[in-house]
């Protein structure tokens, strides 16, 4: 792995069900954060970690959860997906917390809720 | 509230100059971010401002003013592959990045 990727790429999911999308990184960043970018919209923030075993809710946290288990992994839970959320997912990490340093985006997930 | 705001789309020509601005209104300021998007891809960095003045770094200068609440994105010898979205953030009070929507920038040969 070289840098930050994530699971799946797109995926369709019928409304009502649980969905995992998967961030894992390897460049030892303290800070990781999950967005969502709709088109028209800027870049909103769901969750953050600013460590491992500590997480925090962003602008827009109803409907997700997250865990910091460790260093390397982010996943993000969709509860009971909504078609209002569908969008694409991005994670990202920064080598330390405060959002003062580069954030490292992953290629993305595409969600769609039916 | 906070916001961003930035023009939602330019058109350039290949070889010229292009400013993409960006004005905000954030509860508190911790520095501006200015990041790529290719259309289908990822954000990637570009530059940061905490400071008032200008940031050079190649082709692409970044300035901000605190003071007003502005800051511009300028890129020179403009090329096709700087066909993108561009992306200005700012850290707020809490140090969370708040986004502009991102200005579309068109290259024409």
């Known amino acids: 792995i070289a840098g930050i990727t994530q699971a799946p790429t797109s995926q369709i999911l019928a409304a009502g069900r649980r969905m995992t999308l998967r961030c894992t990184q390897d460049?030892?960043?303290?800070?990781m954060y999950w967005y969502r970018q709709d088109l028209g919209l800027g870049l909103r923030l769901i969750h953050y970690?600013?460590?491992?075993?500590?997480?925090g809710k962003g602008e827009v946290p109803d409907g997700y959860s997250v865990s910091r288990a460790n260093t390397d992994d982010f996943p993000l839970t969709l509860a009971s997906a909504v078609p209002s959320q569908t969008s694409v997912y991005f994670c990202?990490?920064?080598?330390?917390?405060?959002?003062?340093?580069?954030?490292?985006f992953g290629p993305g997930t595409r969600l769609t809720v039916l | 509230g906070q916001n961003i705001d930035q023009p939602t789309e330019m058109t350039a020509t290949e070889g010229a100059i292009v400013q993409i601005n960006c004005t905000y209104q954030?509860?508190?300021?911790?520095?501006l971010f200015w990041y790529q998007q290719h259309a289908g891809e990822a954000p990637t960095f570009l530059s940061y401002?905490?400071l008032d003045g200008l940031e050079e770094k190649g082709r692409f200068s970044s300035f901000l003013s605190r003071s007003i609440g502005y800051s511009y994105l300028l890129l020179k010898e403009l090329q096709m592959k700087d066909s993108a979205s561009y992306l200005c953030?700012?850290?707020?009070?809490?140090?969370?990045?708040?986004w502009g929507a991102g200005t579309k920038l068109i290259i024409k040969p």
């Open positions: 990202a990490s920064s080598g330390s917390s405060g959002s003062l340093d580069e954030q490292f």
């Open positions: 460049m030892r960043h303290n800070a």
């Open positions: 970690s600013n460590t491992a075993g500590t997480t």
């Open positions: 954030t509860s508190g300021f911790n520095g």
């Open positions: 401002n905490v």
């Open positions: 953030a700012v850290a707020d009070s809490n140090y969370q990045l708040i």
